[in-house]
Structures are given as C-alpha cells and as structure tokens.
C-alpha cells in the first residue's frame, strides 16, 4: 500500500515520473530565461543602470569629473529651494486637469457612440490634436494667449474686455493656461480610448435594456459607463502619470518655466538643473523625487489591474 | 507494449531533440549573423575615420551668431566654403547653435570631452568658466601676437595675460527711438533722451498721447537681463564691486545687492508707469522688439544690427540712436555697451589646435571682415576694418558709439547659472508684476548660496579669477 501511494505520488498523470517533469520543466525555464536575458540586460542596462546612477549622483555635488560628496544635503536643498517647491506644486495643479480630460472625453465618446454619417471621421478630428508636434502647438499658443494676442483681441471685439488676461505672461493664469493647452491636447486620446472601449460593449446587452424600457441617460449610466470602469480607471492613473512626469515639452514652448518660474514643473527644473547649469546632484535628487512620487500611481495602477482581474475571476 | 510506447517516445523525443538542434543551430546562425553585421557596421565609420584623418584635417565648429547678426550663418558657411577650397585638406563642419543649446550643449561636450573642435560661446564667464575648468584652450598659444594685436575686446576673454577666445563682430546696445512718433507726442524728434529725467518725461509725454513708450519682450527674461547689464553697471564704480559680491567677499555680496534693489525699483517703476508694452512678459526679446519697426512703440533697447535692419522698414530719416540714458552714480555709467557678444574658441580636446587657430585667424583677414559688413552689417572686431567703408550715415553714428570710449557688457561677468538662475527670473519678478524689488533681490541671494554650495568647483574658479 505505503509503496502504491509512493509510487503514486512520484508519477504525474500520464505516468511520467515527477522528477522527470520538473527537469523538463526546468529545461524549458531555463531556455525561456535564456531568450528573455537580451531582454533583461537591456532593461537592466537601459534602466537598472541609470536609476542606480541617478540615486548615487544625487548624492554629490557639482558637475561630471568635478563631484563631491555631500550626503543627503542635495534633498534638505531640494525641499528648501522655493523653485522646486513650486515645481512640485505646479504638477499637483495639473493633476486638476485630469478629470476634466476624462470627464470632457468620457462625455463625447459616448454622445458619439452611435452610428451616424461621419462618425469615423469626425473621431479622427477629435484625434488629430494628440498627433500634432509640440513645436508646432507651443508656438500657435503662444500667439493664441500671449498678451494682447489672437484670444485678447477676439475677447475684446466681442466686448468681453474684462475678460483679457496676459494668459502666458501673467503668474496667476499661466498654469490655468497649459493646464488647458494640455486637456486640448489630451482630450483627443481620451475619446478615442473611450469609444474603443465602448464599441466593445456587447450590443445585446444594450438592447436587452432598451426592451426593458430604459432611456438614453440610463443606459449610459447604468450600462454603458460602468462596462467600461476598467479603461476609465487605466485612462486616469495614465494622464496622472503623464502631468505628474511628462508635461516638460508644454511648459518648454510655452512659457521657458517662466514668469520666474511661476510655471516651472519638475521636469523643467530637472532639465535646468542637470543640462543648463550642470548641477548633476540636485538634478538627480530631484529626479529621484519625482520617480517616488510616480512610483506610487503607479502602484495604484497596478493595484487596481490585479483587483479587476481577481474580480474577473 | 511498454517498450513499444517507450520506442516511440524515445523516437518522438530523438526527433525533437533533432528539431530543436536544428532549431538551435539556426538560432545560433542567425546571432552569428546579427552579430558579425553590427560589428562591421560599428567597425566601417571607425576605420573610415582613421583612413580619412590620415588625409584631411577635419574641423567641427558649433557655431552660433544669427541671433546677433541676422545673415551670420550664411557669411560663416560663404567662408568656410572659401576656406575648403584654398585648403583642400582641411574639412570645416558647421553645427549652428540656438540661444538655447549654446551653453548646455557645450556643458555636456565638456563633461565627457567630445563634440566640437571650435566652439562659440557668449564672452567672458560663459567661456572663461569652462576655460578654467580646463575644456579650453588659449588661441594666443597657437598665434603670434602680430595677428592677435588687431582684434578689438580682448579683455573680454583675457585671463592672466593669455587670450582664450576670438571675437568676430563687436555689438553695442543703443537706445533706438522713432522720430515720427516722437514728433506726434510733441517732441523734438532730432533730441535724444540722455538723462533719467528727460527720458522719463519723454516716456510720459509719449503715454499721453497713446503712444507706447517703450517696446521690449521678457518672456525669456532677456530685457531684464539687459536692465541688469546697463543699469547694475551704472550704480558701479568698479567691475571688482560686482566680482567679489558674487564671490562673497566681506560685506560686498551686502552692497551689490542693496545696489540691484535701487535698480530693480527703477525697472518697476517703469513697468507700474505703463512705460513699456503691457505684453512685454509674454512678448520674447525678438518679438518685444518688433514693436519697434511695426511703429507700435516709440523707443527700444537693441543692437546695431536690429537698428540698421529697422531702418529698411521705417526709414532711416525716422529713427534715431543714442546711448541709453544715464540714471546711475557709478563710476562705470559713462561707459557705453558694447560686447563682443559671442566669441569663438578652440577646445581642449581638439586634435588640430593649430589648423583650428589657423582657420579661425584666417576669419579675421580683411577681405573677410569687410565681407561680413557688407553681407550683415555687423561691426568687425578687428581694427584693421577700414570704418571709412562704412558709408551708411545711421552705421557710422553706431559704429561711432561703439567705438567712442571705454564699454562694458555686465551680464559677461556673471556666473551663467548666476544669470539663468537669479538675473532672468528676477527680471521677470519685476515685468509680471509678481514680485518686488526685494524679492528680486532675495531671488539673486537665495542663488547665490545655492550655487555656491552646488557647484563648489565652478565657485573656487570663479574666486581665483576674481581675484586675477
């Protein structure tokens, strides 16, 4: 008996020895890391490298060939330094910008969600502002906000003068104003993420409620809306993610970070830092900042991943 | 039967194993391939190189000067061209700059030694600081002073009694002013502004008729850089007073900075006044400044260059040049300013130091320098420019200024981060409207420390030059 169950035990299914199937199974794992090490040494070099580098230069001071060793001093003047607290500041402030992405591309993908003539059309005009060079966007808003430029003077031949602002020269607006450049960029890409997302919602289900007598606000709202809760939730944590730690092009074309860095945002004081001044130790620790903070929407987004997919099932 | 089952497995596995070999062998092949082409690849340009070096002098020169000098690029490509053609074995590449990439594209060069073998940078610090980091090397060391003699602004770039840079043009600052509009306000449109008081009752006398006073840009902080390097100056008697306050030498960091208070208070007294453009913070220096031809602002602060190309637009009957008005006590508010703006050098990593001298004194011939008068209108620095070649009346009251009396360019003696980090967006404190004079101050203090403390090196250098 105690030798059947042994000789159970040490056989699989097909009656293939146990020990035979984990070396096979070893052999095949060995020949997958195998393919996937050009891979890991390029993340490894490409990434691992730079972020270990980046982490031990913020601990010096001065340029390439010329460091010194301050300890943690490059973060207490990190966090002293009001350039940098604005910086920080300014990207929390773009954080605004995402719900009204969302909210603004949510509400026309789904007012598009139907078939009409042109549709495909009309969402590749939606689309086109997301593809447009950044050069090209800095520049005609430039024009469009500077002081007394195209949107002033439209403003005031519609007698709306109380309204004229220096919209990019002003501190008080200049972060109202890329945040908007940015929604008008980023908006395009919500509604083409959404209406993907929405054409793949079954057509039955939406039927099966129409029969039930359902109006269109429901349907949207109790069908349509949280079928696609996932993408919404992926969509949000990527444009925290993007005003968190790619929004340096905006503030580049726009403004140069200035009225005295009233628009300055952590990559710009990065870029300043580390490529204009030289200042390799404040550039890293303050990248090094920037990655934590990154680091933990992304770990929200990859929290809320594996909580779908164990609610998947 | 288990046998038989035994045999096919062993056959199914033999077969396998023989696919996966081949498999394997392909692979393997196929890295091989890969390999062997990417090492060629890499090895082609490297052997080439070699090959060619042996043959040809091959010269890279990050050039920067169409911000200056409108047409600049076109006259150094015309010579190069020249250059090549007189001397088939030497290969000039040009890499032209943008205001934006001259000082951190060369920080990087630099850092790692590589990149171009003539490089232009802005004059004094922005080139002495690299310099005394050891990424320049001194022209005078591969030129007699026979060649070197004849070039104007030395000093600029002088630094224990060896020259380290070149100068190509000379660029002074003027105040411009537009007679037609002047004569509308009721002025004399034949009489400059020399003093404060009569440039700000021009400035008021202007407003009152609707006309903007003065047109200038600041989104890049440029204007204010400007009022740094005319005015600071003007409350000086003494380059040293400003050196050994960035130095932090005694008290002097105390004074310097009670003396840009004075200043910055004068700029926003100027902004609250309406006596410049009200877009001028989201206007750049260029746009700022075309207010000027456009008839839209009465005065403005420019270089040579911008005046003699406005005088096409307005007409030159229409536009009058001056030094900029006198508001400082200082020793130094006499001097007029006049920079070589940007200079060219030779980097410490260059292969051909002397077939680099060689080519850039070669610039200075004077079929060259009167070359580039004629085709830009820029000033040569170079004294032996026949200034009788210049016919034009409105080139000659320029070149007149520039070449009057002893010139200062202030910004020239500022650590760049200095510049980029405090002087610009303190300027801009003061044309937003978002800060005051004393946060303007407070800006330059709080960088001080900050480069101080960060570039350790960068200080000690500037110290010891400070003091040489």
Known sequence: ?313 | MNRKVLSGDASASTSLRSLFKRHITKNVLAMVCVFSMLLSVMALPVSGTAGAASKKTNITYWFWGESDIPGMTKWMQQRIATYEKANPDVTVTLVPQSNSTIIPSFTLAAQSKTGPDIDTQWATLPTLQPALGGAVTPISDYLPKSDTSHWLNTNENTYKGKIYAMPLYLIGVPLVWNKKLFKEAGLNPNTAPTTWTEFLADCKALKAHGITPIGMGNKDGYFGAWMFAIYEKQELNTLSQLTEGVAGKGNAETKMLASLKTMYTMFQGLIKDGYVNSNVESLSLNQGWQLFPQGKAAMSLTTDGNVLSWAKSIGESNIGVTKPPIWGKGALASTYDVTQSSDEFITSWSKNKQADANFLEWLHEPVNMVALNKETGAFPADNQFPAKDITDPLARSLDKLDTSGSSIWLENYIPPQIDADADIPAGQLITSGSGTPAQAVALWSQQFQLWRTQQPTQFAQFKTWAAG
């Open chain 1, 1 to 313: 008996m105690n030798s059947e169950i042994l000789t159970q035990s040490s056989t699989n299914a097909e009656g293939q020895p146990a020990s035979a199937t984990k070396r096979g199974r070893r052999r095949r794992n060995l020949w997958a890391y195998g393919y996937m090490s050009p891979v890991l040494v390029a993340l490894a070099v490409v990434f691992g490298y730079s972020f270990v580098e980046v982490v031990h230069y913020s601990f010096y001071a001065g340029g390439v060939g010329q460091l010194t060793y301050v300890g943690t001093s490059n973060y207490h003047e990190l966090f002293a330094d009001p350039q940098f607290i604005t910086s920080m500041f300014n990207n929390f402030k773009l954080l605004f910008t995402v719900p009204v992405v969302t909210i603004l591309a949510l509400a026309l993908a789904l007012m598009i969600n139907t078939t009409f003539r042109g549709v495909r059309q009309y969402r590749a005009i939606v689309f086109l502002p997301y593809i447009l060079p950044a050069t090209a966007m800095g520049l005609s808003f430039s024009y469009l906000l500077q002081g007394n430029g195209v949107l002033d003077s439209l403003l005031k031949n519609l007698d709306l003068s109380f309204l004229i602002h220096d919209w990019l020269g002003s501190p008080s607006w200049v972060m109202f104003s890329i945040g908007s450049v940015i929604v008008w960029q980023q908006f395009g890409f919500g509604v083409v993420v959404f209406s993907a997302a929405l054409l793949a919602v079954p057509g039955e289900t939406i039927e099966a409620a129409r029969i039930d007598g359902a109006s269109w606000w429901i349907v949207q709202r109790k069908i349509l809306i949280p079928q696609i809760r996932r993408i919404i939730e992926f969509f949000v944590i990527l444009q925290a993610i993007i005003v968190l730690s790619s929004v340096f092009t905006y503030v580049y074309v726009l403004t140069g970070g200035g009225p005295a860095y009233s628009s300055s945002v952590m990559e710009f004081f990065i870029y300043q830092n580390g490529f204009e001044n030289g200042s390799i130790g404040i550039a890293s620790a303050a990248a090094v900042v920037l990655l934590g903070i990154a680091s933990v929407l992304i770990a929200i987004y990859i929290w809320a991943r594996a909580r779908a997919a164990k609610e998947a099932g």
